[in-house]
T-cell receptor, first 115, second 113 residues
């Protein structure tokens, strides 16, 4: 079956621009996570959705970052006024039910480059 | 502050050898410890996981050893193969509350034929 998909696979933008990154989770998965992976590092948690609501957004670095999941499936991560330090691979993961012990299935990521 | 410390950063092993990656944590609320495997251009994929009520878990050539008192756990890959060449991440998550994973910094494993 289809796994987690993310679009675009690569995004190059200029400092100060706005970007949207999309995640399509596995069908039926209620929990959705966003992580950010900088070069040579492990993924770092950004935000977690249970259904349509953001259950935990404690990992968002500042108010330039925002994410939505309006219908409980597809999610969009939005970054305003991008900075060079935002350059990273943004990973999305989903799990059938919430809870850290439930396997999170990761997408291939979106590589964001801010020039 | 890195909540899960991982070493070594890189590892080169001969085909057929044993690969060992170590992780340590401080947060005693962590109660689930998965290992993820990541190939270039792909997202991490769950390899094997352990709960702290057991000291060892084995799945095929992969074994997790867990030392609760030392707050350390390790991944052993027996009979390492060139296809195992990838980056490995240990992770941890607490029971209840937050549902996110805290990852180590990763180990790049290269298995040479």
């Amino acid at each position: 079956g289809a796994g987690v998909s993310q679009t675009p696979s690569n995004k190059v933008t200029e400092k100060g621009k706005y970007v949207e990154l999309r995640c399509d989770p596995i069908s039926g998965h209620t929990a959705l996570y966003w992580y950010r992976q900088s070069l040579g590092q492990g993924p770092e948690f950004l935000i977690y959705f249970q259904g349509t609501g953001a259950a935990d957004d404690s990992g968002l670095p500042n108010d330039r970052f925002f994410a939505v999941r309006p219908e409980g499936s597809v999610s969009t991560l939005k970054i305003q006024r991008t900075e060079r330090g935002d350059s990273a691979v943004y990973l999305c993961a989903s799990s059938l039910i919430p809870g850290g012990r439930n396997e999170q299935f990761f997408g291939p990521g979106t590589r964001l480059t801010v020039l | 502050q890195q909540q899960v410390k991982q070493s070594p950063q890189s590892l080169i092993v001969q085909k057929g050898g044993i690969s060992i990656i170590n992780c340590a944590y401080e947060n005693t609320a962590f109660d689930y410890f998965p290992w993820y495997q990541q190939f270039p251009g792909k997202g991490p994929a769950l390899l094997i996981a352990i709960r702290p009520d057991v000291s060892e878990k084995k799945e095929g050539r992969f074994t997790i050893s867990f030392n609760k008192s030392a707050k350390q756990f390790s991944l052993h890959i027996m009979d390492s193969q060139p296809g195992d060449s990838a980056t490995y991440f240990c992770a941890a998550t607490p029971w209840g509350g937050a549902n996110n994973l805290f990852f180590g910094t990763g180990t790049r494993l290269t298995v040479i034929p």
